[in-house]
T-cell receptor
Framework: EAQVTQNPRYLITVTGKKLTVTCSQN?????MSWYRQDPGLGLRQIYY???????DKGDVPEGYKVSRKEKRNFPLILESPSPNQTSLYFC?????????????FGPGTRLTVT | GQSLEQPSEVTAVEGAIVQINCTYQ??????LSWYQQHDGGAPTFLSY????GLEETGRFSSFLSRSDSYGYLLLQELQMKDSASYFC?????????????FGGGTRLMVKP
């Protein structure tokens, strides 16, 4: 089954404690992306990747890091989480830079930073 | 910069037709997508318009006017299961490979 998986699905942590949210896709997609979703703001892109070792900033990259060492995996790293990073996070993958080919979204990770 | 405007909420009755509008301002434009998201779920792709006109997929249709920087999603024969949030998103025509910029979403409530 074609899918994007994320782990963990739920996470409560404290300010400053480094965390990683994993994302994996089994569709051999080149393009992957991370979004955060906050009420009334829609989905805002954090980082995206066009291929292995090729990543770039989206609209709200501050406080986040990513890596793309393998085509299937695109982890999101919060080196020092802060309460304003409390949000719902989605990973997505696509054959193309969005649009003609749909983006497949993972189930989401709800992060709370206290 | 870019911005997308869509209504925050729309209410309609079962069996009716509803139109969700989206206007955009972008420095470059490639196409307009629509996504559906049920409460607690992930966004799922509905449609994509790169050219002017209407694209129909079953009960859902999507329209684009590039000259007016405007598009809409039309849902016909509404069903209770159509209650969800709907997002328009633009793909920018830039060489950086950026993916999609989303609007704030329209929450559709379908009533019996």
């Amino acid at each position: 089954e074609a899918q994007v998986t994320q782990n963990p699905r739920y996470l409560i942590t404290v300010t400053g404690k480094k965390l990683t949210v994993t994302c994996s896709q089994n569709m051999n997609h080149e393009y992957m992306s991370w979004y955060r979703q906050d009420p009334g703001l829609g989905l805002r892109q954090i980082y995206y990747s066009m291929n292995v070792e090729v990543t770039d900033k989206g609209d709200v990259p501050e406080g986040y890091k990513v890596s793309r060492k393998e085509k299937r995996n695109f982890p999101l790293i919060l080196e020092s989480p802060s309460p304003n990073q409390t949000s719902l996070y989605f990973c997505a993958s696509s054959l193309s830079p969005g649009g003609v080919y749909e983006q497949y979204f993972g189930p989401g990770t709800r992060l709370t930073v206290t | 910069g870019q911005s997308l405007e869509q209504p925050s909420e729309v209410t309609a009755v079962e069996g009716a037709i509803v139109q969700i509008n989206c206007t955009y301002q972008t420095s470059g434009f490639y196409g307009l997508s629509w996504y559906q998201q049920h409460d607690g779920g992930a966004p799922t792709f509905l449609s994509y318009n790169a050219l002017d006109g209407l694209e129909e997929t079953g009960r859902f249709s999507s329209f684009l006017s590039r000259s007016d920087s405007y598009g809409y999603l039309l849902l016909q024969e509404l069903q209770m299961k159509d209650s969800a949030s709907y997002f328009c998103a633009v793909r920018l025509n830039n060489n950086a490979g950026n993916m999609l910029t989303f609007g704030g979403g329209t929450r559709l409530m379908v009533k019996p």
